[in-house]
């Protein structure tokens, strides 16, 4: 299948720095990707829908301007936590579609800490 | 889209099979049922998908009930490492996929 790889898979960032989170697919031009988010013992959240060459469209209550996303190629999507606060810890997760397939696939995730 | 229903938790002994039900009574002709599964702290993993047949791949079989209202996985001879979340989702392709709370299923030895 498919591979979609995040960079990095764990880092831990100052309050007030900003962390850039990398989303690649390696073997196929991805459409579309998506940024999801998830808190310990809790369930995938969307936080944004990102399509190459276009602005993002973000979920309701989701900080546009704190998480910037960035879809400049059909293989690389780039989620910028700014700010970064104890509250944005968080595990997050991308995914990739292949144009007409029937599967989305997923990184592996990044966990990030905000200390 | 439609939304699922899915059992809290499940336990199932090692070497045995697993069945984990889904309800999608709501479910439209064009959606598809998607199976994936999370082990704690990784991304979501594809199992297996179908329309209204029934689907096996070496993971695990997909039974969906001729209304397609409910669908059962099943893994057929659960081991130690098939410990994780399984999310029923019905998706008809092209947006985000939307995910419950899914089954937490822990295998025992």
């Known amino acids: 299948g498919a591979v979609v790889s995040q960079h990095p898979s764990w880092v831990i960032c100052k309050s007030g720095t900003s962390v850039k989170i990398e989303c690649r697919s390696l073997?196929?031009?991805?459409?579309?990707m998506f940024w999801y988010r998830q808190f310990p013992k809790q369930s995938l959240m969307l936080m944004a829908t990102s399509n190459e060459g276009s602005k993002a469209t973000y979920e309701q209550g989701v900080e546009k301007d704190k998480f910037l996303i960035n879809h400049a190629s059909l293989t690389l999507s780039t989620l910028t936590v700014t700010s970064a606060h104890p509250e944005d810890s968080s595990f997050y997760i991308c995914?990739?579609?292949?144009?007409?397939?029937?599967?989305?696939?997923f990184g592996q995730g990044t966990r990030l800490t905000v200390v | 889209d439609a939304k699922t229903t899915q059992p809290t938790s499940m336990d199932c002994a090692e070497g045995r099979a697993a069945n984990l039900p889904c309800n999608h009574s709501t479910i439209s002709g064009n959606e598809y049922v998607y199976w994936y599964r999370q082990i704690h702290s990784q991304g979501p993993q594809y199992i297996i998908h179908?329309?209204?047949n029934n689907e096996t791949n070496e993971m695990a079989s997909l039974i969906i009930t001729e209304d397609r209202k409910s669908s059962t996985l099943i893994l057929p001879h659960a081991t130690l490492r098939d410990t994780a979340v399984y999310y029923c989702i019905v998706w008809g392709g092209g947006y985000a996929l939307n995910f419950g709370k899914g089954t937490s299923l822990l295998v025992t030895p």
């Open positions: 073997d196929f031009q991805a459409t579309t």
């Open positions: 179908g329309l209204k």
């Open positions: 995914s990739a579609l292949r144009q007409g397939d029937t599967e989305a696939f």
